[in-house]
């Protein structure tokens, strides 16, 4: 624009110029005519003067008419030229019109309210969407401080660049609505402005509003579902307790053999019922998104061969063998969810045991193929899987026969738990078999060693060039026997029954004989083994065998140890110089205490003092009895505050009891306050007194559970239904004071 204007000024200059030119020539011309008109008049005609005027005016006027011409060619080009500029500027400002409405029709068309107030709060500019939400027209609120009705407004923010965002729920006459709002500053002619861009959110509101409340209603759900799953553990598992306590009783009486049968049936039964229970409670659970791994230490060792030893009772029910291995190259301590892990060794060797009739189960762990990665293998000699059937089986509620034929019954859970808390914990599982040839389920599980512990805590025997010989007929176990005595140095020998074994006894020096209690009676009808010329004569034996300690000691066998075996117990049996004749000795008393029953023998001077907490007269019934049986004087109370009391006066007459079983559900003041109240009576300082050792006993073993009893200040738990030898293993670990209370 700028170089128009001075191509303009240009053109006029040289116009003006043109225009005094042709002005003085025109001039010039007309006085050279005048004075030549003049001399004519005087009479003094001259016709060259004459001439020489008319030729002068003829040339201006022919001038003039050239100028005249071009200054008319040269106006029709600059009225070209400005023609095409005004067309042009038209253009522009047509496409200008243009793209404001499409700008506007877009602004409007997705229903966002714009708004620009001024310093002072006067708006500026509003737009059509605005105007139609409050119901007014934009001359009647330009200039105006208008504000809009607000009945909730949310929390302001401000992003990096500047925008504040916030929400605001207001009035309108379609009801109300909820408003995001973003403003910016925005520069103007007259200074700084505030731009608010508002969207319309209700309904995205009202449907966050609605999943939140249906969240909230979801988890309310899965606590009363949490409630219920727990209300139905209790009261399942309570009479569960009786019936299984009760036939086990039973069976200690003496019976006839119809009578053994049915009392075995009921317990067997029980037994089942409850393993239907437990996979039921798991899988709600899990469906209830209750499945949590928490990461602590624990030792490897230990939980598999609990595992191990809690499903042994029902494999040798069944007359098969079940035993463990634990690699020694993996740390002493890992970290990781041991309850999880139980669960999924309990089940993976769980359905082993159903599907397997003879020969037996092995539970193997060992390195994985990469760094810090456990592998648990269970191997069974069952029935087999066929090969469409080993995917199908880790689904829920899918079996390997599904048919209504079917031999083994169950849910089909267990397996669907054991992978999804495999997978929760980054981990896999799989099934390698064939039909008749058995299965290796595996679950591998990324685990990390425990911080701060020794990388192997564990020190076997240096068993080198010693030579040992295994009578057994059980193979799984002997491999795994054999197995472990090698890794310690050891140099094995497998016999299959006694024949073979006394054929090998003369050939060689032996530095210890391991003989299952099966084959050992048969060695004992040979003869006197302690004639054999063997150091450490060491027989296997099942917990219900303890009975027969006596005869084996007196057969020549110095030294026994319970199946399944524990690595720990094998070493210090193998290691030890003089420990057999007192390992038997007081086996032999404890089965002697044990027959005699309560009060008699050892069991009136050696039984702890216990007090039961229990308001269930057949689980109370129940206590007393085994108790008695295991050589204990248990007193009963019905309720909580009747156990408080029982302590106090026991402490106060200087006899306080060694042990308390408390229930945790009980009328009047349950288990967990109850304990809160003994702490609280210890915490008084008293010279020369120890905390008095709670368990708790409870039909509840979830997570939640298990915490609140620690921290009510009970030392450990025991679950019902109650096993009898698990509470052996208890009571005698209490008596001992040699270990920590964790049952």
């Avoid at 193979?475 to 054999?482: H, K, N, P, Q, V």
Wanted: glycine share 8%; with cysteine.
């Amino acid at each position: 624009m700028r170089a128009q204007r001075t191509r303009f000024r240009n053109k006029a200059a040289l116009i003006l110029f043109g225009r005094a030119v042709f002005t003085t020539l025109a001039v010039a011309s007309t006085a050279i005519g005048f004075f030549a008109g003049i001399q004519i008049g005087r009479g003094n005609f001259d016709a060259a003067n004459f001439a020489t005027g008319v030729a002068a005016l003829f040339a201006v006027a022919c001038a003039m008419l050239a100028f005249m011409l071009m200054r008319r060619r040269s106006l029709l080009r600059q009225l070209r030229a400005l023609q095409s500029e005004v067309d042009e500027f038209a253009d522009r400002n047509w496409e200008l019109r243009e793209a404001e409405e499409r700008a506007r029709g877009l602004i409007d068309a997705q229903g966002d309210l714009i708004v620009r107030r001024d310093g002072a709060g006067r708006i500026t500019y509003v737009n059509d969407a605005f105007c139609k939400l409050v119901g007014r027209g934009r001359p009647s609120l330009i200039g105006q401080t208008f504000a809009l009705p607000v009945r909730e407004q949310s929390e302001l923010s401000v992003l990096p660049d500047g925008t504040r965002v916030h929400d605001q729920k207001i009035d309108t006459d379609d009801g109300a609505r909820w408003i995001a709002w973003r403003e910016v500053a925005v520069r103007t002619e007259d200074g700084n402005e505030v731009q608010a861009v508002g969207r319309d959110v209700t309904t995205r509101v009202e449907a966050e509003r609605a999943l939140y409340a249906a969240r909230d209603q979801a988890e309310s759900a899965n606590r009363a579902k949490s409630r219920f799953l727990a209300m139905v553990s209790h009261e399942i598992r309570t009479p569960l307790n009786g019936i299984l306590g009760m036939a086990d009783l039973l069976l200690d009486t003496p019976l006839s053999p119809e009578q053994v049968t049915y009392a075995k049936a009921t317990k067997t039964s029980g037994e089942t019922l409850l393993s239907l229970i437990e996979e039921i409670l798991d899988f709600s659970k899990i469906e209830a998104g209750k499945l949590d791994v928490e990461a602590r230490p624990f030792a490897i060792a230990a939980l598999v061969e609990e595992a191990v030893e809690l499903l042994a009772p029902r494999a040798q029910a069944k007359g098969i063998e079940i035993a463990s291995f634990v690699d020694e190259r993996l740390p002493a301590r890992l970290v990781g969810d041991a309850p999880r892990l139980r669960q999924v060794l309990l089940n993976l060797a769980g359905n082993a045991i159903k599907f397997t009739e003879k020969g037996g189960v092995a539970v193997i762990v060992e390195p994985g193929e990469r760094v810090h990665e456990v592998r648990f293998r269970v191997r069974d000699t069952g029935v087999g899987l066929a090969p469409e059937d080993q995917a199908r089986i880790f689904q829920d509620f899918e079996q390997a026969d599904s048919s209504s034929t079917r031999k083994h019954g169950g849910t089909g859970l267990g397996l669907a738990i054991s992978r999804r808390i495999v997978e929760r914990m980054h981990g896999a599982i799989a099934v390698d078999s064939a039909p008749g040839k058995g299965a290796t389920f595996s679950a591998t599980v990324p685990l990390m060693p425990a911080p701060g512990e020794p990388e192997h805590a564990f020190a076997p025997p240096d068993l080198s060039d010693a030579a040992v010989m295994i009578v057994a007929a059980a193979e799984i176990e002997t491999s795994l026997l054999a197995r472990r005595l090698g890794r310690w140095g050891a140099r094995t020998c497998a016999a299959l029954d006694e024949e073979v074994a006394f054929a090998l006894l003369p050939e060689r020096r032996w530095d210890a004989l391991i003989v299952d209690y099966p084959l050992a009676k048969a060695m004992m009808a040979r003869g006197d083994l302690s004639k054999i010329d063997v150091a450490k004569r060491i027989v296997l034996i099942r917990p219900t065998d303890r009975h027969e300690l006596p005869a084996l000691k007196a057969a020549g066998f110095n030294g026994y140890l319970v199946k399944p075996v524990r690595a720990a117990s094998l070493a210090a049996r193998l290691a030890a110089s003089n420990a057999y004749e007192q390992a038997v000795a007081d086996a032999t008393d404890e089965a002697v205490a044990a027959a005699n029953g309560a009060g008699a023998g050892a069991g009136a001077d050696k039984g702890l003092s216990i007090l039961v907490a229990e308001d269930n007269d057949i689980n109370a019934l129940l206590a007393r009895a085994l108790l008695t049986r295991l050589g204990h004087r248990p007193t009963i109370a019905s309720d909580g505050a009747a156990a408080v009391e029982s302590w106090q006066a026991a402490r106060a007459a200087g006899a306080p009891y060694d042990l308390v079983l408390m229930d945790v559900q009980m009328p009047v003041m349950d288990g967990l306050e109850a304990v809160r109240r003994i702490r609280a009576a210890e915490s008084e300082p008293e010279l020369g007194e120890k905390p008095t050792p709670v368990l708790a006993l409870t039909a509840n073993a979830s997570g939640d559970d298990r915490d609140a009893v620690l921290a009510s200040g009970m030392d450990g738990l025991l679950v019902k239904p109650l096993d009898r030898e698990r509470l052996r293993e208890v009571l005698e670990t209490i008596h001992r004071a040699s270990a920590p209370l964790a049952a």
